[in-house]
């Protein structure tokens, strides 16, 4: 099987307007990624994606991602079972963010932390400093600590 091999950048209107994959990754060589249930809609995760990663995504159809806290590769459910499934995968019109929709294995969870989606807590509208979020999640679908083991420390993260 050969590598797959993203188009060089020419024109605006190819990158805009062709069939060329011609993905434009940012000075750190990342991708931003926001990946949502493919049946609900709900927002999981914001990710991030090498070049390596979104190959590996589309040659697999399951997301891998960069982790820029700890700067590794690594497939989302390889340790928690939880691996997202990828129904569909669209680039945006410059083609430097994507955007996945995903079926997740098992509980269906994809934060570490327990939660169905990683944006389980809402910002209240007019907040001021010191004001609490609001949880949105009422429990935690999976336990990170008997998944992970010792939760990393969040200077860690």
């Known amino acids: 099987m050969t590598q797959l091999q993203f188009q060089s950048r020419q024109t605006v209107e190819q990158v805009e307007e062709s069939t060329d994959l011609a993905p434009k990754f940012?000075?750190?060589?990342?991708?931003?990624?926001?990946?949502?249930?493919?049946?609900?809609?709900?927002?999981?995760?914001?990710?991030?994606?090498?070049?390596?990663?979104?190959?590996?995504?589309i040659e697999t159809g399951e997301a891998h991602y960069f982790s820029r806290a700890r700067q590794v590769l690594w497939h989302k459910g390889a340790t928690s079972g939880l691996v997202q499934k990828v129904v569909e995968a669209r680039i945006d019109d410059d083609?430097?963010?994507?955007?996945?929709?995903?079926?997740?294995?098992?509980?269906?969870?994809?934060?570490?932390?327990?939660?169905?989606?990683c944006f389980y807590r809402a910002v209240p509208h007019g907040a001021e400093a010191g004001d609490p979020l609001t949880f949105v999640e009422d429990h935690k679908t999976f336990d990170p600590v008997a998944v992970y083991g010792d939760v990393p420390n969040p200077t860690q993260l």
């Open 26 to 57: 940012g000075e750190d060589g990342l991708l931003p990624c926001i990946t949502t249930d493919a049946a609900t809609g709900e927002v999981l995760m914001l990710g991030w994606m090498s070049a390596e990663a979104f190959r590996l995504t």
């Open 95 to 117: 083609q430097d963010a994507l955007w996945l929709r995903v079926d997740v294995t098992g509980s269906g969870a994809s934060c570490h932390v327990g939660y169905r989606s």
